[in-house]
Structure formats: C-alpha cells, structure tokens
C-alpha cells in the first residue's frame, strides 16, 4: 500500500472509530461522546425532612437497620411507639455503596417543595418560591430528554410522587428551551391507585383496533383543521400515540390488581404497617418492572408527621428506610435493571434543632424545619454496581451538597458534557465511583 | 351548379352558432381557522364539568368534580388522562348521546352540525360538514359514540 493511501484510510478509521455511534451489547444505541457509568438512575427521596440526629447520627438508636451498620437499640422512651418492620438479616445498603453522613442543603428555604426542586434541578431557589408554579430551571427529566443521545420518549423519565400539590409541577420546568416537551410522566399513585381512581377510571370503555383507527382518523382530522396549541405549548408532557396506549393499558392492570387485593400486602409484611411511602414505593417498583426506564425519581413524604408527633416520626424513619431497601432489592431482581442502576437516596432537608413546644404522647417534642443548620444538614448514599460504585465507603465530614444530584446523575448516564455551561453549579460526585 | 347550392345550404344550416353566455354562480362557503376565536385553555375544572354535561346532559355532583380533578392532577400526560376519564364517561349506561339518523344525507347533516354546536360551541364549516357526513354515509359502523368520543378529545376540545 502506497504510503499516502496507507495515511488516508488510517484518518477515514480514526474519524469512524471518534464520530459514529456504535451499539452496545445490549443493542443500545450511544452517541460516541457520552460515556456511561449505568443505563438506568433511582433517584429515591428520602423526603419529608429527616434530621441527621435521628437518621445517621443515631441518636435514638439505629432506625434505620437496612441502610445503616450498627444494632444501637431504640430509645426505650419511644420504642412502644414504633410500629417495627422485620428485621434485617442481610447485608446493608450503605455496605453496598458510598454514604454522604454530612451533606448540605447550603441555600434557600428549607421547604418541601423548594428543596425538591434544588434536587431535582441541580439549582439552589431564591425565597420568591411559587410553589403553584412549575420550577424555574430544567428538571433532571429535561436534562436528560434533551440532552441525552439519542433522544428518549416520556417513557423512559418518571416521576412518582408521594402527595400532590406543588410536587406535581416537578417534571417540567418553565426554563426556556425546555418545558414539557421534554419532561417525566408523572403520577401520584395514591390518587390513581384509590378507590376513587377506580370508581371514575376503572370502568373504561375499550376500543378494538378499527373502532381506534376511526377515531384516529376522526381526530386527526379535527387536529389538523384547528391549528394546535396542545402539544407542547400548553400544560401537559406527552407520550407517544403507541405509549399511551400502553400506559393505559398498565393502569386498567393495575386496577384489576388492586381490586383483587393485590396492593393491600405486596411485600408481604402485614397490611397494617403500610404507610402512603411504602405504597409510593411499590407502585415505582412496579413502573421498574414495566418500563425499566433509565430515570425514575421517587419521594416519601411521611415522615413530615414531625411537625406534631416525634415518634410517629421515627416510626415512619424506619418505614421508609424498609421501603428503600425494598426498592434496592426490587432494582436487583428486574432483568434490565440490576447491575445496571445506581440508586441515589437523599432526604430533601433536615430538621430543626429545637422544637416546636407540641409533645406526642411518649413526651417528646416535635420539630420543624426553618432554615436553622440543623435543618440544612443531610445525608446521601450511592448505591450500585460493584465495579462501578466505591462499596462501603463512608464520608463521615462535610461533603457534598443536594445540588450536586444532578450532575452526578447526567454523569451516570453520559450526558454530562452536553449540558449548556453556567447551567448548573454543583459537583459530579466522583468519589463515589472507580 | 345545383350542387353547389345544395353544398352551401347544408354549410349554413350546421354552422357555428353564437355561444349563449351562460354564468355558473358558486354558493357562499365558510372555511376559516377555527383556532382563530378559541385562544383560552379549558382549566380542569372547566374541561370536566362541561365534558361531563356534554355526555350526561347534567351538571357534574361536586363530589364528583372533586374526585376527577384530583385524578387529573395526580397525572403529567392530561391527554391520556382526559382520554381516560371520557372513555369511562362513555361507558356508563346513563350517557345522553343522540344516535345518528342514517335515513337522508339531511338528517347525517343535521347530526354533524349538532355535534359541532354542542361540543365546539360552533357550526361546522362545509369542509368539515362534507367529510365527517361523507364518513357516516359510507361507514355504518361509525357509531356517535365514536364520533362524540373523537372530538371531544381532538385539540379545539380543550379550548374555548
């Protein structure tokens, strides 16, 4: 081969190898920039304001068995109060990742939905807050269906919330350039799942194919002769024709599960220690098995029962901290999914030091959370794949705040790069993977 | 010479003839963008409450407009949800949905621009008037279910 020849083709492989995608094992399809860690995230908010007193500093003994190492015993003041998953016999969470004891919500209000949107949009917010608005910069949802190659549908983002209000805003943002077309499919189970839900969805009225192509065909034609301002432009993400045939599809099941019991015990445990996190979580288990989708977020709510009852509280501490390890498991044992998720957990804030002069019945007091240092500190954990994820590393210091979700989970799936700079401010959080 | 005579009479008799001015007159049609007057969104207590009075042809109990705008909260794709909830209302045996009157091209019409006056707060212009007739005239199994269920969640739907 003539040497001149021999240089061109030698740039024509290099120049292949650097600009076209190329397929993974698994028949995914990535962009040669982006270099992922995992295809799928969990990003589980350990929400509702938890205080590190009561959480990893354990001050009322371990309540959380199956995340944290130790056996420190319950308070006996309160431990009449708690209503004790089973016990864990297994391995914990934090041994099977990296564990945040000092991480910070450094700025703004430490309010639920406030604090939300700091972890869901990698940004700090300022005390104007609208809370019956959507947030002001892109969600992690957007992030990814934005900038993520090649472009993923609705399907692949959730958004599985614990209550409504202000956090139904959450899976888009009003930032220019994003907005719904880029947004989560998001639901509030306890809203769907209900005998409510069932009383006005359960009944539905199903279309054969032909009867489905009339009114295609019918609607398509009305669409097309009024000039559209739905799609996008109003309040509303949106699936494709085929997903949303599947997504109802999968809500009509789930009725005709939870009508034949099948939601009161999922996990087995008693159907008297389900608080509204736990069936939270095991409806977002369920959208795992379904969808396998490469993001999901999740939050638990219940344990703000501090703002009255302290030991309530901690009851709900050591509930949501079952239904964690439930999902971890659950990730674990869905083809698709395990040893290709990294799970993140984070309360959204903390809690006051002092409380609130209201005392529960076992004479502790309850708190709030006002913005005082106590309630700026929390803790994060990573969990994943072992030759991804640091195992059982601990970071007892200060290190990390709750901005730096984001960017560590654009980072996990490969898009980190392709993120318009000045957008985001915090940290990949490297330590925790090789 | 007779010939010639002969010849000439006949050329005059199948001659040209003055073309008659004849003027074809078109009937006045209204085809226009129907966004042009629904630029406001339905909210959702709007969009359940009249759905629910367009299938029903009563008001929407309180209860009731409670239980689905918590539904319809709790959900991020609307037009799935809305789909939904229509396609339960359409279920429910006490729907008000008048049957289409198959009989004459007359009565389809009729029942077209009653759909388009109730659901769309409008006549349909002669376009849509044509092709939605012309389905029903040559589809029997279009039923006004189907119809009713198509438009009202079709986009101009969700305005007003």
Redesign the interface.
């Known amino acids: 081969m003539k040497r001149r020849k021999f240089i061109r083709n030698l740039g024509l492989g290099t120049a292949a190898t650097i600009g076209v995608p190329y397929l993974l094992p698994s028949g995914r399809l990535f962009a040669a920039s982006g270099v992922r860690k995992a295809n799928h995230v969990v990003f589980c908010l350990f929400a509702g304001g938890v205080r590190n007193l009561e959480s990893v500093h354990k001050n009322d003994g371990n309540l959380m068995p199956y995340t944290l190492k130790g056996t420190e015993g319950i308070s006996s003041d309160i431990i009449s109060g708690i209503n004790f998953v089973p016990p864990n016999t297994g391995i914990t969470l934090q041994e099977q990742g990296t564990l945040y004891k000092e991480f910070r919500m450094k700025y703004g209000p430490t309010g639920h939905y406030g604090a939300h949107a700091t972890a869901m949009t990698g940004v700090y917010t300022g005390e104007n807050l609208n809370i019956n608005a959507n947030p002001q910069y892109p969600t992690i949802f957007e992030l990814y269906r934005k900038h993520n190659s090649p472009s993923m549908s609705?399907k692949n983002a959730w958004?599985i919330s614990n209550s409504?209000g202000a956090y139904?805003h959450l899976?888009y943002s009003t930032y220019e350039g994003y907005g719904p077309d880029f947004?989560?499919?998001?639901?509030?189970?306890?809203?769907?799942i209900s005998q409510?839900?069932f009383?006005?969805?359960?009944?539905?009225?199903?279309?054969n194919n032909?009867?489905e192509e009339?009114?295609t065909?019918?609607?398509g034609?009305?669409?097309a002769?009024?000039?559209?301002?739905?799609?996008g432009a109003?309040?509303?993400?949106?699936?494709t024709e085929e997903d949303?045939v599947e997504?109802?599809a999968f809500?009509n099941q789930c009725f005709i599960e939870a009508a034949a019991g099948q939601f009161n015990d999922p996990w087995g445990i008693g159907g008297g220690l389900y608080n509204n996190d736990m069936q939270t979580v095991n409806f977002a288990e369920k959208i795992i098995q379904e969808y396998k989708p490469e993001l999901l977020v999740v939050n638990m709510q219940d344990v703000d029962i501090a703002h009255s009852n302290f030991t309530l509280y901690a009851n709900n501490i050591q509930k949501a901290d079952y239904a964690l390890a439930h999902l971890w498991n659950t990730i674990q044992n869905t083809p698709g999914m395990a040893e290709d998720t990294i799970l993140i957990a984070m309360p959204e804030h903390g809690r006051n030091q002092d409380g609130n002069g209201l005392y529960d019945g076992y004479g502790r007091e309850a708190l709030d959370h006002t913005n005082d240092d106590y309630s700026r500190e929390i803790f994060s954990l990573i969990l994943g794949p072992s030759g991804i994820v640091v195992q059982d590393q601990v970071f007892s210091q200060e290190k990390g705040e709750s901005i730096d979700i984001v960017p560590t989970i654009a980072n996990i799936l490969g898009f980190d790069n392709d993120l318009p700079g000045g957008l985001l401010n915090g940290n990949i959080l490297t330590e925790s993977f090789y | 010479m007779k010939k010639l005579i002969f010849i000439f009479s006949v050329l005059l008799l199948f001659s040209c003839k003055k073309e008659k001015k004849i003027t074809y007159q078109l009937n006045d049609v209204t085809i226009e963008?129907?966004?042009a007057n629904?630029?406001h969104?339905k909210s959702t207590i709007e969009f359940i409450s009249i759905a629910y009075s367009d299938i029903f042809g009563t008001v929407v109990s309180t209860n009731?407009l409670a239980?689905?705008s918590?539904?319809y909260?709790?959900?991020?794709?609307?037009?799935?949800i809305e789909?939904?909830?229509i396609?339960?209302f359409?279920?429910?045996p006490s729907t008000q949905i008048p049957q289409i009157d198959r009989s004459s091209t007359s009565t389809i019409n009729s029942f077209v621009q009653n759909v388009y006056t109730k659901l769309y707060n409008r006549t349909p212009d002669e376009?849509?008037l044509w092709?939605?007739s012309n389905?029903i005239e040559n589809?029997t199994?279009?039923t006004s279910?189907?119809?009713y269920?198509?438009?009202m969640?079709?986009?101009?739907y969700?305005?007003y």
């Open positions: 609705a958004w409504l139904a899976n947004g989560a499919n998001y639901i509030q189970p306890a809203s769907i409510e839900g009383d006005n969805l359960g009944n539905s009225r199903i279309y032909t009867e009339k009114i065909a019918l609607r034609f009305c669409d002769h009024f000039s559209s301002q739905y799609n109003a309040n509303s993400i949106t699936n949303k997504i109802e809500i | 963008n129907n966004s629904k630029d969104l009731k239980e689905l918590q539904i909260k709790a959900f991020g794709d609307k037009k799935l789909q939904m909830v396609k339960n359409l279920n429910e376009y849509e092709f939605i389905m589809d199994d279009l279910e189907l119809i269920f198509s438009l969640t079709a986009n101009e969700r305005y």
